[in-house]
């Protein structure tokens, strides 16, 4: 590489202000610059903002390695472009993420959403009630208390002044209004208050609303001073003393300040702790309050872990989050094949690089193979895995999480649609299915619903899920066979209950579509070889849970109901009846509406099973 020499100075940073492209390149590649590079592959601690921003990593990787001639080609071919493209990364204080390491917000996100809490107009009315009003009122009628019990004993000076505080009161403290009801007990004294200060004697109608005034609140609260009027005061201060959520949304976005907003986080222990000493100085909340749920789940959605980590903490609470992360992990999902654990790391971030807003699904296979045709990433293939293995790999352990973590949820589209891109890449003869017809109208079918509905055939033909749903899997085989496209969709319509056109955005008919293809399912179990870790009997006893759950909807427990059909399915003649005694078990436990309710359905499963057990009633054999 180059020397050390010339107008480069050996300590220079990565960030180095007035620093050209091209004189960070050059000074990349003298021996201080590689090895500053060397010990950020060490570290972790860089940032690839866009992809060819970890080039120069390659080369101190390639170098290091023991690949001179390697490493000195990739510099050859990046360094007519160096005057123009910065091949250097930045400086971080985080390590950068593994390729195993996900998160659902980034800090940036999470920030965001806690810098969207402003004060909630009730609860700031409630502790204007507390803290100004309330004491305002017990004086008040601490003031007809003395009054009534002799009245030479209160002066209209000492009315006067009460007037006056109130006037001041309510001039700076607008959110609450009761006071200005004019039947309120408050208001009544008021106007009491207002006679006896001008010297006037109060008419007999208002003297008898004060008094009943004044007795009104007695027998709510007790008189001021006593022990129950005292310690309801007490509770009332405790609580108003509490700090509002905002406040402390503003403490927590403080903390987050100084991370990087591109990034998720490590640890959301320090984040989202109780009020120290030195920020209670700073900002008046109390000394050990405590950060409550809604302001901790948002950082909590930032943490950086791997994908199991947050199934098991919760961070990942549905099939439908897990499709929104599965995009960020199988953009690197070929950087867990390296055996070097930097290379690794580097190879993710490159994948990494320049991701477009959450949401959206960003990555493809275009985006997979444009990364892979970089000049640096294709110097280190050789160490890398077999794309096919991972990309099989990958898709497997996705499909696995889903069923296992979420088995009453099936495969969401979000998710779907994020692994199709994988299919190919991994070699399945059928593609990954998300909308079963290509146009909300007509009966033209997706390119993918007879390939996913030969899967089905194949792999359910004979099963309990064929008897419960009534289908005859020969006939739909013979249509996949003859790539019959309409024939297929009119079998959907019938089975909808539809007679002639039908348009296929009717939900019933793409509902049908969904359980004869068993969304995708069947695809990735025949051809990925997918099977939860914990067998398809555990699967299917999560299944019904989902389907029981009290919180469920219609649709979410029709759902779960055919996720359940398919993993019992599945089990072989043993499993099938140890899930059903359990099911058995389950059902006689649920209160009586829920069990009404699956009282029809369980008993056509136990049929659709028991029509099976003569002729085993595990899958055919594919």
């Given at each position: ?84 493209v ?60 003395r ?9 209209r ?12 009161l ?160 199988i ?30 699904l ?33 898709l ?63 792999l359910?033909?004979?099963t ?56 995708n399912?069947a ?49 072989d ?41 003569s ?8």
């Amino acid at each position: 590489m180059d020397t050390n020499t010339g107008h480069h100075p050996p300590g220079v940073g990565l960030t180095a202000p007035g620093l050209s492209d091209a004189d960070l390149f050059a000074h990349c590649l003298t021996d201080d610059g590689l090895a500053l590079l060397e010990s950020l592959l060490d570290s972790g601690r860089y940032e690839v903002r866009a992809p060819e921003h970890a080039a120069l990593l390659y080369v101190a990787w390639l170098r290091r390695a023991g690949q001179d001639a390697a490493a000195a080609e990739l510099v050859e071919e990046l360094r007519p472009f160096a005057a123009e493209v910065r091949f250097a990364p930045y400086p971080a204080e985080q390590p950068v993420p593994g390729p195993d390491a996900v998160h659902r917000l980034t800090v940036g996100e999470a920030a965001a959403a806690l810098a969207r809490r402003a004060p909630r107009p009730a609860v700031e009315a409630q502790r204007e009630a507390l803290t100004v009003w309330r004491p305002y009122e017990d004086e008040l009628l601490g003031h007809w208390l003395r009054f009534e019990a002799d009245p030479q004993a209160v002066t209209r000076a000492q009315g006067a002044a009460l007037l006056a505080r109130y006037r001041e009161l309510a001039a700076a403290h607008t959110r609450c209004t009761k006071h200005l009801n004019p039947k309120s007990n408050t208001a009544v004294l008021l106007r009491g208050l207002e006679e006896s200060a001008a010297g006037r004697e109060l008419p007999p109608r208002l003297a008898g609303l004060v008094r009943h005034a004044v007795a009104s609140m007695v027998a709510r609260r007790g008189r001021p001073g006593s022990a129950e009027h005292t310690r309801l005061r007490r509770e009332q201060a405790r609580q108003a003393a509490l700090p509002a959520h905002h406040e402390l949304a503003a403490l927590v976005l403080r903390r987050l300040a100084p991370l990087d907003t591109a990034r998720g986080t490590a640890d959301v222990g320090a984040l989202t702790g109780p009020v120290t000493a030195e920020e209670a100085r700073g900002t008046g909340l109390p000394v050990g309050a405590g950060i409550p749920p809604s302001i901790r789940a948002p950082v909590a959605a930032a943490v950086t872990a791997p994908l199991r980590t947050l199934l098991d903490t919760g961070a990942v609470p549905s099939a439908e989050v897990l499709g929104e992360v599965a995009a960020e992990l199988i953009a690197a999902h070929t950087a867990q094949g390296y055996a070097d654990e930097s290379l690794g790391a580097l190879v993710a971030a490159t994948y990494r690089a320049r991701r477009p807003h959450r949401y959206a699904l960003w990555w493809s296979r275009e985006h997979h193979e444009r990364i892979a045709s970089l000049p640096w990433v294709r110097a280190v293939a050789p160490w890398g895995p077999d794309p096919a293995v991972r990309a099989r790999a990958t898709l497997r352990t996705f499909a696995e999480v889903c069923v296992e973590g979420f088995p009453g949820a099936g495969l969401p589209d979000l998710l779907a649609a994020a692994l199709s891109d994988l299919a190919p890449l991994a070699g399945l003869p059928a593609p990954l299915l998300t909308e079963p017809f290509a146009a909300a109208y007509g009966t033209r079918t997706s390119p993918g619903l007879l390939p996913a509905a030969r899967a089905a055939g194949e792999l359910l033909r004979g099963t309990a899920y064929e008897r419960y749903h009534g289908i005859d899997y020969a006939q739909v085989l013979r249509l996949a066979a003859a790539a019959d496209h309409e024939g297929f969709a009119e079998l959907c319509v019938a089975r909808a209950g539809r007679t002639g056109p039908s348009p296929a955005g009717d939900a019933a008919v793409v509902e049908q579509a969904r359980i004869l293809t068993t969304s995708n399912l069947a695809t990735l179990v025949r051809y990925a070889d997918v099977s939860p870790p914990g067998g398809w009997e555990g699967a299917a006893r999560g299944a019904f849970a989902a389907a029981v759950r009290r919180s469920a909807t219609p649709a979410q427990t029709a759902r779960a109901w055919r996720q359940l059909l398919f993993h019992l399915s599945l089990c072989d003649a043993d499993g099938q009846r140890r899930a059903l005694a359990w099911i058995d078990d389950r059902a006689a436990r649920l209160p009586a509406r829920t069990a009404a309710g699956i009282t029809a359905p369980l008993a056509r499963l136990r049929r659709a099973v028991d029509q099976g057990a003569s002729g085993g009633s595990g899958p055919d054999s594919p």
